[in-house]
């Protein structure tokens, strides 16, 4: 990456030069900044960098001489958040363009831990750390002291990603490119670990990913046809394979029980995997007759993953036990390849009526071996030697499942003008999705829609559409995947609720109403109004039951004189999903125990501002405010009141969650005045609001007695309220 930059940097300084010689034009943008506020929240810079003091906010540069041309583009050069591009060539003949991105984003500022990285994924706590938390009779009135004051540690990962493409034309009907790009992913971010249920550790995941992509293409077109050829390459690498972490409350590894329980003294989570992925693409498209054309597209591609397994655990003395089995293999020698056909027959009988014809198919063709896992190790603590075989228990036998999937539409729309401007379209369209490894082997799913065009009638549009969709699955075997996965039997574990049907294969009814009202009857203003609806209705008892999704927006823009223009818009949304399921214990699985959910979001947006001209091509000003405001409801109810012993009946009840909201504010304005033909000074003032209420992160501390074996980073993005004023100028010659 360094030399990459450095190559950019060598051929900027070279480029500007040569830009002297030919017909050239400079723009620069430079501001002074002033911020005040509470604004040391992630949130606040979460995307971007906020600048102090003065700064290069846009450089451009532009030469062109006879059909040669060459434009340079930096904004906020050197900053966190900077963005290069050069482009330059002959017109029409090729054309050369590099990139150079940077993208921060800062996850959290609260962020505390104890752990000290080691490096390679390696995160340890000082074992007089481990010593006490180990020998405290009562973590609650120890841990506190020991986790008190942990040091900051950042949470951001940034994302810097360099590329160079090249493209030719050598004749009018020939069109090359090819391109390459990388991009490099550093920092860290919050990774969850388990020593069982109710005993969670939350550590940093260092983050070193790189990714390289590389592709060339080739197309011939003419007025009667047209053929492109292409291919694509992506290499994925990660530094860091696996991530190990002390258990802060055990300083080393228990003795085995005669029932196969240690206690750990590390956790060890593998990371994202390397990967390479390969893709060939042909497209072909064909003038049938004078008023009908074939468009078709085919790819292929085949994905790879051949990481080293890990060890079955990093407990030692699990590790250490006699007769205990290997890893199936050494590596999971995954193998994925997808086909992808489409095929599109556009054809105009009548000037009034136009039909397409539509096809496609997608194949997801998993070809990594199946593997069975003799032993697992639940949170690294546990391997069972009972029955029914001499040395594993059935729950921890285990297979992996190539999990596949083949889907096919068929369809097509017919569109026909009654009278201008009126207009009526009707589509259908017919998939079929058939999965291996999964409950429903075989799903279709019909859908029509129409739709209708009114308009501009006296300025006024109207666009009315109607969706409708059901979907069948052809037998639904809950628990299929459960025998395929546990091959010598599942024990004593539950399984899934009969009645229960994943939201994805699950029957469903569909049902979509949208219109769109638009007024432009005068030149000075215009209006807009939409409406949506969507409802599924899924068919089953338990699992989601329904969902609805409701929007509704208005936008006016006016324009009462050439120099000022007023603009406003409000959009509301609402989601609404409700769900059944049960508590569920061995010996105690009755529909007694069912309760019921329902998740509401609803989210309000308020867009308005202006732009005034108040000295014709001296002074203008213009200002926009937008307020975003969102809020999430989760309500629970019992079904029944809840039977059995005590401990059962409170692990059964349900209640409400608190609701969460957050709300945005953000105020631009800025004032421009032209000191000269070329020179124009800006002064700006921008205000930013947020504010968040959020039961799962807010005062969340490393230590919290109610979690009293768990660890947690802290990690939040609370409010912030901002200020910023910039002063600055702008050059063009």
């Not at 053929?227 to 409350?249: E, H, M, Q």
């Not at 228990?254 to 206690?263: E, N």
């Not at 006016?556 to 999903?577: G, I, K, L, Q």
């Not at 009141?641 to 609701?659: C, F, K, R, T």
């Amino acid at each position: 990456m360094k030399k990459l930059k450095l190559l950019i940097a060598a051929g900027l300084l070279g480029l500007v030069g040569a830009a002297k010689a030919g017909d050239y034009q400079v723009g620069l943008d430079f501001y002074g900044q002033f911020v005040r506020g509470s604004d040391d929240s992630s949130k606040f810079s979460e995307y971007r960098s906020v600048p102090r003091g003065v700064y290069v906010d846009r450089l451009c540069v532009e030469t062109k001489e006879g059909d040669y041309f060459f434009h340079l583009e930096a904004l906020k050069p050197g900053l966190s958040d900077q963005r290069f591009t050069v482009e330059g060539g002959q017109y029409g003949v090729h054309k050369v363009e590099l990139l150079y991105d940077q993208t921060p984003h800062n996850l959290s500022n609260t962020a505390q831990s104890l752990f000290k990285n080691e490096g390679g994924g390696l995160y340890t706590l000082p074992d007089n750390v481990q010593s006490t938390l180990q020998a405290a009779a009562n973590l609650t009135t120890v841990a506190p002291a020991v986790f008190f004051g942990s040091p900051y540690v950042p949470l951001r990962v940034d994302r810097t990603k360099g590329g160079v493409s090249y493209s030719y034309n050598p004749t009018g009907k020939w069109r090359t490119s090819l391109g390459y790009n990388v991009e490099r992913r550093e920092g860290s971010k919050a990774f969850g670990m388990s020593l069982g249920h109710g005993q969670l550790v939350e550590v940093l995941e260092p983050v070193s990913y790189q990714t390289h992509n590389a592709n060339v293409q080739a197309e011939y077109v003419t007025e009667e046809m047209g053929v492109s050829l292409g291919y694509d390459f992506s290499l994925f690498r990660n530094d860091i394979k696996a991530l190990t972490v002390d258990n802060p409350f055990r300083v080393a590894d228990a003795a085995l029980s005669g029932a196969g329980a240690s206690a750990p003294s590390t956790m060890r989570a593998a990371l994202a995997p390397e990967n390479e992925g390969h893709m060939g693409s042909l497209g072909f498209n064909y003038k049938t007759s004078a008023n009908s054309r074939l468009t078709t597209a085919l790819s292929y591609g085949i994905q790879k993953q051949d990481d080293p397994f890990l060890p079955l655990t990093s407990n030692q003395k699990i590790l250490a036990l006699a007769g205990l089995e290997k890893l199936p293999d050494d590596s999971l020698e995954g193998e994925v390849r997808t086909l992808n056909a489409q095929a599109t027959w556009n054809f105009r009988p009548l000037d009034n009526l136009v039909l397409n014809i539509k096809g496609r198919h997608h194949d997801t063709d998993n070809r990594t071996k199946r593997l069975t896992f003799l032993r697992q190790v639940p949170y690294d603590g546990s391997i069972s030697p009972t029955v029914p075989t001499a040395f594993t228990n059935p729950t921890r036998t285990r297979r992996s499942l190539a999990v596949d999937y083949l889907k096919t539409n068929i369809g097509g729309d017919v569109t026909y003008t009654i009278v201008k401007p009126l207009s009526v379209k009707l589509a259908y369209d017919h998939e079929i999705t058939k999965r291996r490894f999964r409950e429903a082997g075989k799903v279709k799913e019909d859908t029509y829609t129409a739709s209708i065009n009114a308009g501009p009638i006296a300025g006024f549009t109207l666009r009315p559409s109607v969706l409708f969709a059901e979907r069948h699955p052809k037998g639904y075997h809950a628990e299929q995947v459960a025998h395929e996965t546990y091959p010598l039997g599942e024990g004593t574990a539950l399984g899934q609720i009969e009645d229960l049907r994943k939201t994805d294969e699950a029957g469903r009814r569909r049902k979509r109403a949208t219109v769109r009202a638009q007024w432009e009857g005068i030149d000075s203003l215009s209006m807009g109004i939409d409406y949506g609806h969507t409802r599924d209705d899924h068919h089953s008892e338990y699992g989601v039951t329904d969902q609805n999704s409701t929007y509704a927006s208005f936008d006016v823009n006016f324009h009462p004189t050439e120099r000022v223009t007023f603009f406003a818009d409000y959009t509301w949304e609402e989601m609404v999903s409700n769900s059944r399921s049960r508590y569920r214990a061995t010996g105690y699985d009755d529909a007694a125990q069912d309760w019921k959910t329902k998740l509401k979001d609803t989210i309000n947006t308020i867009n308005v501002g202006g732009d005034f001209g108040l000295v014709p091509d001296k002074l203008d000003f213009d200002a926009a405010y937008t307020m975003a405001f969102a809020k999430g409801l989760q309500e629970s109810l019992n079904v029944n009141p809840p039977q059995g012993s005590g401990s059962q009946v409170n692990s059964a009840l349900v209640w409400d969650l608190p609701a969460t909201h957050t709300r945005q504010h953000r105020l631009n304005t800025a004032l421009r005045y032209r000191l000269a033909k070329n020179v124009k000074a800006r002064l700006g003032y921008a205000y930013e609001r947020y504010s968040e209420v959020d039961w799962s992160q807010d005062s969340l501390d490393v230590y919290q007695s109610q979690w009293n074996s768990s660890v947690f980073l802290g990690a939040s993005q609370p409010g912030y309220n901002a200020h910023m004023a910039t002063l600055g100028l702008s050059y063009n010659f």
